[in-house]
């Protein structure tokens, strides 16, 4: 089997994939015209590191609804612990649609599944599932998850609001329907209902998704890490009355000569791979995604707009309008143009301001402790401002607008200058309390978060042969590592911010008590309290190169 990491240039061979998936009668716009992106995440382990796609996909990531995911920050408030990263979850998009590339060209050199896919004309379903993952994140709101979560409790909610884009922005459905008039109905179509098992591979324990981010996020966390590719056949099986593959006493499935139902299956070489991904994934868990120190600052944004809600100041009203267009408002009546005109800059432009102006001292220490510190949040901007794609980057009046605040922040000392500036401002305005603390008889203002996170999840099975040939669900299979319905870690954090103790009245002598109670080994520019050791410098400037003076270089004096 070919290697696509091994390979001098994957070009010609994905020109030839798009030229048998083009050559469609119900596809109109067959010419294919191959452009390439340098993907960083994938230099250390690929030959020829680029991301490939035809015209027809370029023009739906050049669409101003994906475009935005630009300006969206991959892991939220993460960088403020690890500066390294700043990602966007357009990189990540672009990510994940190479992999199901990359799955499509594995499968494209099996004749037999040519021919089905040939025989029953699915081509057209294979290119709505390139357009789904390639827009998988496209409803996301600024700061990814905890913006959905702040808004409408709904940690899902994202791919809901981004089912709505994919199917009703116009710009989007006018990209697809001059690729074929079927293609907006077949994207519907995999979008609602499971089509060639695509979902055993887009939304799984091990699929397309978590593939890119978690190799992307260890990537900018500094520890690079390959998981190759792991194949698959499809295999018919017959089906219980709860739709399960049938099993022999061993927990053996039994194959199929006859059956229409399918699962996709995992050589036993692949066994290895599949575990040390469940395994790697969970470990980022506890090192990045809800690691108590980076959880206890992501707070930091329900505090703000917790205090910022109660207060009736004309400062910030356009962000409060934000607030209140989503807040308690059901998915289906959002204002998708409304929606898409907001990001992390347009939301952190906001916040700056309120953080500068607001008349209440604790609304503005709380604005100023959701903005990571300056050279995390430099690196952002940088990052999302695209400021490194080209040296004459043309920026809108409002992204002017922006860098001239940021400029400020850099050259001046004032109040929301020293606070970015100083490394200890958000350890000195948090109480970090010990995890296990008994929080039921202090105030409500205490964030708690306990979760028990497992590595695997039964009800999105993965299917692996074993030595003998014979298929297994993994939670059963013989040569298992772990007992994967267990393996699990407990994410446990306990914090307050005292700004937000003093907005909701409570007494010196109050804070002091709770002061009392704190973890004084938690900090947040103590990173060793997540195992931390970054093996590469992620930095996107130069070595040598001081990120406040590239800034400082920024011709903001001219509109453009």
């Given at each position: 089997m070919i290697k696509l990491e091994d390979m001098d240039t994957k070009e010609k061979?994905?020109?030839d994939f798009f030229i048998w998936l083009f050559d469609d009668s119900r596809i109109t716009a067959n010419s294919i015209e191959l452009e390439k992106e340098l993907d960083m995440s994938l230099a250390p382990f690929y030959t020829d590191p680029y991301i490939y796609y035809p015209k027809q996909?370029?023009?739906?990531?050049?669409?101003?609804a994906m475009q935005r995911l630009g300006r969206i920050s991959q892991l939220s408030l993460a960088n403020d612990i690890y500066s390294n990263l700043y990602h966007t979850r357009l990189e990540h998009s672009k990510g994940a649609y190479n992999r199901k590339l990359e799955e499509m060209i594995y499968n494209f050199q099996n004749q037999k599944w040519k021919k089905n896919i040939e025989d029953n004309q699915q081509k057209i379903y294979l290119l709505a599932d390139l357009f789904k993952i390639a827009g998988h994140d496209i409803g996301h709101f600024p700061l990814s998850h905890l913006m959905e979560i702040e808004l409408l409790s709904n940690r899902g909610a994202h791919e809901f609001v981004g089912k709505r884009i994919l199917l009703e922005d116009s710009e989007i459905s006018s990209i697809l329907l001059s690729i074929s008039p079927d293609l907006p109905d077949a994207l519907k179509k995999i979008l609602e209902e499971p089509i060639m098992n695509f979902n055993e591979h887009d939304d799984s324990n091990y699929d397309v998704d978590r593939f890119d981010y978690l190799t992307r996020d260890y990537f900018y966390f500094g520890t690079p890490l390959y998981l190759p590719y792991a194949h698959y056949e499809t295999i018919s099986v017959d089906l219980d009355k709860n739709g399960l593959p049938k099993t022999l006493s061993d927990f053996c499935i039994q194959e199929s000569?006859?059956?229409?139902?399918?699962?996709?299956?995992?050589?036993?070489?692949?066994?290895?791979?599949?575990?040390?991904?469940?395994?790697?994934?969970?470990?980022?868990?506890?090192?990045?995604?809800?690691?108590?120190?980076?959880?206890?600052?992501?707070?930091?944004?329900?505090?703000?707009?917790?205090?910022?809600?109660h207060t009736s100041s004309d400062c910030g009203n356009e962000l409060r309008c934000f607030i209140n267009a989503f807040k308690?408002?059901?998915?289906?009546?959002?204002?998708?143009?409304?929606?898409?005109?907001?990001?992390?800059?347009?939301?952190?432009?906001?916040?700056?301001?309120?953080?500068?102006?607001?008349?209440?001292?604790?609304?503005?220490?709380?604005?100023m402790m959701t903005i990571p510190n300056i050279e995390a949040f430099l690196y952002m901007i940088y990052s999302h401002l695209g400021i490194n794609k080209s040296e004459n980057k043309q920026y809108s009046s409002e992204d002017i607008a922006f860098l001239r605040k940021i400029k400020h922040i850099i050259k001046s000392e004032d109040e929301i200058s020293l606070a970015l500036k100083n490394p200890s401002y958000t350890d000195k305005n948090t109480i970090f309390f010990p995890p296990d603390l008994d929080t039921s008889n202090l105030p409500s203002l205490i964030f708690s978060n306990s979760q028990v996170k497992f590595a695997y999840n039964p009800n999105e099975p993965i299917y692996v042969r074993d030595a003998d040939g014979k298929i297994y669900e993994l939670s059963h299979h013989p040569h298992r590592s772990y007992d994967w319905n267990k393996f699990s870690t407990e994410l446990k954090s306990n914090c307050t911010y005292i700004p937000y103790l003093k907005f909701n009245g409570l007494t010196d002598a109050e804070i002091n008590y709770l002061k009392g109670l704190a973890d004084k080994s938690t900090k947040y520019n103590n990173s060793k309290d997540c195992d931390y050791s970054s093996k590469i410098n992620m930095q996107p400037l130069q070595i040598g190169k001081c990120i406040e003076d590239y800034f400082l270089g920024i011709d903001t004096d001219t509109e453009r």
């Open positions: 061979l994905i020109m996909i370029s023009d739906f990531f050049n669409t101003t000569a006859t059956s229409t139902s399918s699962i996709d299956v995992y050589d036993y070489s692949s066994l290895e791979n599949i575990e040390t991904f469940l395994k790697l994934r969970l470990q980022a868990y506890e090192k990045i995604y809800s690691n108590s120190v980076v959880h206890t600052h992501e707070k930091t944004i329900s505090a703000f707009f917790n205090a910022f809600a308690g408002h059901s998915i289906d009546s959002i204002d998708l143009k409304e929606f898409l005109r907001w990001d992390d800059i347009r939301l952190y432009s906001q916040i700056l301001d309120i953080a500068k102006t607001h008349p209440d001292s604790n609304i503005r220490s709380l604005a």
